[in-house]
């Protein structure tokens, strides 16, 4: 199994920044792809922000040039700077991890809260 364990979130102030983290544990699967999901009331989950082991990345296009996702390979961890935040981001954040094994296994962390306030 793999444990994904997320940090950071929080409250703040439209146009302010905030950083999120996931580092996946467990040896059991080697991870492929993370990515940032989120959540708001009322709404479908939506794709944030992904980036493959190989350093691809792809984003959603109501986040494209204020988030930014990056990863640390050896650490499996994922990272998300969101700056220029508003109000509509606010949500719970999900982090996933997929391994492409066979077959592909997906799991989910368990969600930190970003709340913009107008």
């Known amino acids: 199994q793999v444990q994904l364990v997320e940090s950071g979130g929080g409250l703040v102030q439209a146009g302010g920044s905030l950083s999120l983290s996931c580092a996946a544990s467990?040896?059991?699967?080697?991870?492929?792809?993370m990515a940032w999901y989120r959540q708001a009331p009322g709404k479908q989950r939506e794709l944030v922000a992904a980036i493959t082991s190989s350093g691809g990345t792809n984003y959603a296009d109501s986040v494209k040039g204020r988030f930014t996702i990056s990863g640390d390979n050896a650490k499996n961890t994922v990272y998300l700077q969101m700056s220029s935040l508003k109000p509509e981001d606010t949500a719970v954040y999900y982090c996933?991890?997929?391994?492409?094994?066979?077959?592909?296994?997906?799991?989910w962390g368990q969600g930190t809260q970003v709340t913009v306030s107008s």
């Open positions: 467990g040896s059991a699967f080697r991870i492929n792809r």
């Open positions: 996933h991890a997929m391994a492409y094994s066979n077959p592909v296994r997906i799991f």
